[in-house]
């Protein structure tokens, strides 16, 4: 159960990711750069390995294309900035693995949802596409803040299911966007405003599938001032409840006012 942790000025993060119960590989990949204020979950689609080169592609280009650009770039504090490179790193993982997959017969058909959290001053940029989830915990309540590009959300949206109908409908895996399935995709980009203390939760759909939101909210409140333990209760519970599918979490817990270094983000760029 690999784990990393790890401070982002004054926030604090935790992450882990592990195969679950019933899978024989971990096909989901988390990337942190704390200095950059980037978190990342990709959960990748494919089998024979394919599914693990996808998520892997995911977060080491978006990974990758961040730091470089903010390495060079001051921000503008309205965001455009960031809205900009998160978006584009996301379309340029996608164009990635969908040339990975071309040039690669046996990893034809493969690929990954991917969600991206980047902090900055007072707010928090979001990128994804799929089904993999981004929470805000504040003031004791949890609120999902994506919206899962996925069959039975269009259900929702449409009045013709319940959220908890949902949970147990055998199309809850089908998502109707991923990276590298087509060469363009559509990224949903969005800006919001970080309190101090808020704690943002990234996952992969291994871990909501098993855990309803009621759950992840008791245990945000009963452990989640100690954001390594949150992390490992969570995997920890969803294996405990069959582990059907790769677990993935990462903690943020926030404090207002961040601002990256850009010399400290050249040096973790030469280090790549």
Avoid: W
């Avoid at 309540?141 to 409908?169: F, P």
């Avoid at 996952?203 to 759950?215: F, I, P």
């Amino acid at each position: 159960m690999p784990g990393t942790g790890g401070r982002m000025s004054e926030f604090l993060i935790s992450g882990l990711t592990d195969a679950g119960r019933m899978r024989e590989q971990n096909e989901d990949n988390i990337a942190m750069a704390p200095e950059a204020g980037l978190v990342v979950v990709a959960d990748g689609m494919g089998g024979h390995r394919a599914g693990e080169v996808a998520s892997r592609l995911a977060v080491d280009t978006i990974r990758r294309h961040i730091v470089d650009t903010l390495a060079e770039t001051e921000t503008d504090g309205n965001g455009s900035i960031e809205v900009a490179v998160v978006r584009d790193a996301i379309l340029r993982a996608n164009r990635a693995i969908f040339e990975c997959a071309r040039e690669n017969p046996e990893y034809a058909g493969m690929g990954s949802t991917v969600v991206v959290a980047l902090f900055y001053g007072d707010k928090l940029c979001v990128g994804h596409v799929g089904d993999s989830r981004l929470y805000r915990f504040r003031d004791t309540i949890l609120e999902q803040v994506t919206e899962d590009h996925s069959v039975v959300q269009e259900l929702i949206s449409r009045g013709l299911v319940t959220a908890e109908e949902a949970r147990q409908s055998i199309s809850k895996n089908l998502v109707t966007r991923a990276l590298g399935i087509d060469p363009d995709v559509e990224a949903d980009v969005a800006e919001h405003d970080v309190y101090d203390d808020d704690v943002y939760l990234l996952c992969s759909d291994g871990l909501n599938d098993v855990l309803a939101d009621g759950d992840l909210e008791m245990m945000l409140t009963e452990l989640g001032r100690n954001l390594e333990s949150t992390a490992r209760q969570m995997v920890d519970t969803a294996n405990a409840r069959g582990g059907p599918d790769n677990i993935s979490v990462i903690l943020v817990r926030t404090r207002r006012g961040f601002v990256r270094n850009p010399e400290t983000l050249r040096k973790l760029r030469d280090q790549d």
